[in-house]
């Protein structure tokens, strides 16, 4: 008997506990998910801000965003985007998104969001529920709109706006790690939030104490198995190390390699602004 041929049920044995190891690592990532409620960090104060969108120094997009608390037990995001400059001479966008969360909770109530490109128009609506998400997609224009409608069952989903008012109300202490999933639009996915440090940044906006965090992303599949992110590699985001930990900065490494956002102003629309 060779030596390779010996070796061929140890072999064997250990590919077969490498993949049930890998199965029941992609099935238990379930059990993964941050269970704390809402922390008690100061809640976000009414703003308004402006940021800015690009890669590689050049400026694309740029975006609004209103935050409110239309009523005691609600909050509020509205935010308007576009594409300008050279950009939107190749690629037109005009979008505008509306998210309602519960102030009590911070997950989401629902989502609004609508895409304006040069030659269709996508409007999408988020309904959230405990137990998971209700998609409408309409897209088209007129009497050619076609509409859309998917499930996606998961207990307390977040989306984005939802998602970040969770995180900010955490400790968000150094090298702390925050696992939700958080449903954007069209898919869900399993969002991982490390808390890198801290350190000084500087923007547009002005010079803050900021808090450096890690987000990586994996896609949850309709058989609730995870995912690459094709597009999407991982991000870095910076937010103010104070009583508002505003969203300073965004890069991301993504397939046209790395973008970002960053904030260009902010006003508090309350009288301790």
């Known amino acids: 008997m060779s030596v390779r041929t010996r070796f061929r049920p140890l072999q064997f044995a250990l590919a077969v506990l490498l993949a049930l190891c890998s199965d029941s690592l992609a099935g238990n990532w379930q059990a993964t998910i941050s269970k704390d409620p809402a922390g008690n960090f100061p809640d976000l104060r009414p703003l308004r801000a402006s940021y800015r969108f690009g890669w590689s120094g050049l400026t694309a997009a740029t975006g609004e965003v209103h935050f409110t608390k239309p009523s005691k037990d609600k909050c509020q995001l509205d935010g308007t985007g576009r594409t300008v400059g050279l950009v939107r001479a190749l690629w ?3 979008a505008n998104h509306r998210a309602v969360a519960s102030a009590g909770t911070l997950h989401p109530i629902e989502t609004q969001q609508t895409e304006d490109y040069r030659s269709k128009k996508i409007v999408t609506h988020l309904a959230f529920t ?3 998400v209700t998609r409408t997609t309409t897209e088209g224009e007129g009497g050619a709109a076609g ?3 998917r ?3 998961f207990p307390n989903l977040f989306d984005l ?3 970040m008012l969770y995180l900010r109300s955490q400790p968000l202490r150094d090298r702390s790690v925050y696992r939700v999933v958080a449903y954007a639009a069209t898919n ?3 969002a991982t939030v490390t808390v890198i440090g801290r ?3 500087s923007v547009h906006a002005g010079t803050y104490p900021a808090i450096k965090l890690d987000l990586q992303l994996k896609r949850i599949n309709k058989h609730l198995q995870l995912e690459p992110h094709r597009k999407f590699r991982r991000a870095t985001i910076w937010v103010s190390d104070d009583a508002e930990r505003l969203v300073l900065r965004i890069e991301a490494q993504v397939f046209v390699g790395t973008v970002f956002a ?3 102003s902010v006003r508090f629309d309350d009288t301790r602004s």
């Open 188 to 190: 869900a996915y399993v």
């Open 161 to 163: 706006h939802s998602a």
């Open 151 to 153: 499930q996606f069952s």
């Open 147 to 149: 509409t859309k409608t």
């Open 130 to 132: 405990s137990n998971g």
């Open 199 to 201: 350190e000084k940044i």
């Open 262 to 264: 960053e904030l260009q």
């Open 92 to 94: 037109k966008l005009d």
